[in-house]
């Protein structure tokens, strides 16, 4: 079965750097678009990133960019999200997500998810 397992998310102090990673089986990952969502205690899942399958195309919500990186690895069937200069509303359970085609910013059009990782930023 289709298995999305997020790595990489812990407790860091503004300004700091974090890596998520996203290991994907049981499906053609090079295929697939994939993204990153984030949902903060009450909130609903936002947008934060996504990258085309051949990783040509990238997409970042505008509260991330500059700061964030999307990357892909299709030999090793991993997205990657890197995080740099953290703020405390960065602070949330980040998930990774996977859909046929295009890249969207609309988490209805995701029909695989992982079980997300948390990423607590202090101030």
């Known amino acids: 079965q289709v298995q999305l397992v997020e790595a990489g998310g812990g407790l860091v102090q503004a300004g700091g750097s974090l890596r998520l990673s996203c290991a994907a089986s049981?499906?053609?990952?090079?295929?697939?678009?994939m993204a990153w969502f984030r949902q903060a205690p009450g909130e609903e899942h936002d947008f934060v990133s996504g990258i085309s399958w051949s990783g040509g195309s990238t997409v970042y919500a505008d509260s991330v960019k500059g700061r964030f990186t999307i990357s892909r690895d299709n030999a090793k069937n991993t997205v990657y999200l890197q995080m740099n200069s953290l703020k405390p509303e960065d602070t949330a359970v980040y998930y990774c997500?996977?859909?046929?085609?295009?890249?969207?910013?609309?988490?209805?059009?995701?029909?695989?998810w992982g079980q997300g990782t948390q990423v607590t930023v202090s101030s």
């Open positions: 997500a996977t859909r046929m085609r295009l890249v969207t910013k609309n988490v209805y059009d995701y029909n695989y």
């Open positions: 049981g499906l053609t990952f090079s295929t697939r678009a």
